[in-house]
């Protein structure tokens, strides 16, 4: 059974930067990437960044290229989101997932955390 649990989470004001980070415990199976999503209240789950164990390859939305950066320490099994220039418009629950593949699509995802609030005052 894989099991991820999510840090990093919180209240911040606009323009602040949060690092989210999501280590898996125990087995890790064939998990291929980590994923990262957001959701908002009446939102669909948001697909954010996608991050190859493996390669170190990443995928993001176009919604956060170049304010949003995935990284992961493949020793540690752990996963990083580091998150710049927060707005408003940000605020939302944050989680990350596991799958066996490499992709942007929310359903290919199978294991997931436990999904972490953050925040942004303006």
């Known amino acids: 059974q894989v099991q991820l649990v999510e840090s990093g989470g919180g209240r911040v004001q606009a323009g602040d930067s949060l690092k989210r980070s999501c280590t898996h415990a125990g087995r890790t199976g064939r998990d291929e990437a980590m994923g990262w999503f957001r959701q908002s209240p009446g939102k669909e789950r948001e697909f954010l960044a996608t991050i190859s164990w493996t390669t170190g390859a990443t995928i993001y939305a176009d919604s956060v290229k170049g304010q949003f950066t ?53």
């Open 70 to 122: 995935a990284s992961r320490d493949y020793a540690k099994k752990t996963g990083y989101l580091q998150m710049n220039n927060l707005k408003p418009g940000d605020t939302a629950v944050y989680y990350c997932a596991a799958s066996v593949g490499f992709s942007k699509v929310v359903s290919e995802y199978d294991y997931w955390g436990q999904g972490t609030q953050v925040t942004v005052s303006s």
